[in-house]
């Protein structure tokens, strides 16, 4: 009789056992997916803000490139005005087409100014929105560490 008690300890024993194998292969199996899901969703997130930032380098140096084209015609600008005002100097008879040059090299000089200060700030306001993607970058590198170090 005992050893029937024992015999059908040992057999739900064995059972328990199984049943608990079975648990913890379910748990590890979807530990393994969610895993597995957070690295894709990371991956998808940090392959987005690279290409985010690539398009935001990208479009800096355009930004810059553009300033410094704005910064050339600026200067061949002032020598041009600076070449008329040396001819009107020279020439104070045709008064009245070196003030229609005069107003119309003034005006493209204003223009060309604007330009300019609009091409700075433009280039300041990419500067400053890739510091933050790189800064939320940043974090979500902290975090994604973070995240597999805890499981």
């Known amino acids: 009789m005992q050893l029937e008690d024992n015999a059908a300890e040992l057999k739900s024993a064995k059972n328990r056992c199984q049943r608990l194998e079975h648990d913890l292969q379910d748990l590890q199996t979807h530990q393994d997916y969610e895993v597995k899901e957070r690295s894709v969703t990371l991956e998808q997130t940090r392959s987005k803000y690279h290409r985010e930032l690539e398009s935001l380098t990208k479009e800096l140096e355009d930004e810059r490139n553009s300033a410094v084209n704005v910064h050339a015609e600026n200067r061949q600008l002032r020598a041009e005005l600076e070449s008329i005002q040396a001819k ?64």
């Open 88 to 151: 009107f100097n020279d020439d104070r008879a045709s008064g009245s087409n070196w003030a229609k040059e005069k107003s119309r090299m003034e005006t493209q000089y204003r223009l060309l100014t604007e330009s300019f200060e609009e091409a700075v700030v433009t280039n300041r306001e990419a500067q400053s929105q890739q510091v933050t993607l790189l800064s939320q970058n940043r974090s979500l590198r902290a975090r994604y560490s973070t995240t597999y170090m805890l499981s």
